[in-house]
């Protein structure tokens, strides 16, 4: 997130999902995470405080953020594009960005990234703050998981 005239970083750390993937079909693939929006952790306390608190994340109203994903399209070995809802206080919005995807026996290793409006989630829209934070939001997902 770019704020105060710098880059800032964040991390969701509580989160659970179910992901469902075949490599043979990845048509077919299923993934649902909820995360809990008040586990999130700036690279500065006042910035994590402001971030969860009511004008942006609001986490005592909305404490979770959700990710559904309604596509995985194939483009090459390893490579796919993802198509997702996002719904962040109450809002469902759609993404579509690429991910790379790599499956060694049972474990499989997933990268990839889109960029959110905040306005579109009413995430620090009205206030002082509003123009002293970019309104475009970097998300980079990197999640490993194992065959249950």
């Known amino acids: 997130m770019r704020a105060f005239g710098a880059n800032h970083a964040g991390r969701f750390g509580d989160w659970s999902g179910d992901i469902r993937f075949d490599p043979e079909l990845p048509e077919q693939a299923r993934v649902a995470i909820t ?3 008040a586990s999130l952790r ?3 306390t006042a910035l994590t405080n402001r971030a969860t608190g009511p004008a942006f994340l609001d986490t005592t109203t909305h404490p979770e953020i959700r990710f559904q994903l309604r596509s995985l399209e194939s483009l090459a070995p390893d490579r796919f594009t993802a198509r997702a809802d996002v719904t962040v206080k109450g809002r469902t919005r759609p993404v579509v960005f690429p991910v790379t995807l790599r499956v060694q026996g049972d474990t499989a290793q997933m ?11 009413d995430i620090g829209t009205s206030g002082p703050w509003n123009g002293m934070i970019a309104r475009q939001v970097r998300v980079d997902v990197s999640l490993a998981t194992r065959r249950a």
């Open 35 to 37: 995360v809990r929006a």
């Open 42 to 44: 700036m690279d500065q």
């Open 111 to 121: 990268t990839g990234g889109f960029s959110l409006d905040r306005g579109a989630y």
